[in-house]
Nanobody, 117 residues
């Protein structure tokens, strides 16, 4: 079964930036809204950004003004650019396809983001 593959995480200082990449299975790209989620230890998955098949972008309150979601249709890839990172942004970041606000596919391995000084 094809899986989402996330990459680009790492350690940054507060105020830093990272750009995450999500390789979306070809059978899914362009057919569903794709969302970026994050999960901090002890918490459930939190949806932070999503892009619809029509290209509309929606961001969570904590992401507005700092995060940008975009996609490359030729490479079946969705990106999450994160600026002005805060320690509260530390989490494992995942992507998934969404319908009615519900993630549909098995979670991939995710990519760890750590923000600390």
């Amino acid at each position: 079964q094809e899986q989402f593959v996330e990459s680009g995480g790492g350690w940054v200082r507060p105020g830093g930036s990272l750009k995450l990449s999500c390789k979306v299975p070809g059978s899914i790209f362009g057919r569903y809204t794709i969302g970026w989620y994050r999960q901090a230890p002890g918490n459930s998955h939190e949806l932070v950004a999503r892009v619809t098949t029509a290209g509309f972008v929606l961001l969570s309150g904590s992401a507005q003004g700092r995060f940008t979601i975009s996609r490359n249709s030729q490479e079946n890839t969705v990106f999450l650019r994160m600026n002005n990172l805060d320690p509260e942004d530390s989490a494992v970041y995942y992507c998934n396809n969404i319908r009615d606000m519900i993630p549909l596919s098995p979670w991939g391995q995710g990519t760890q983001v750590t923000v600390s000084s």
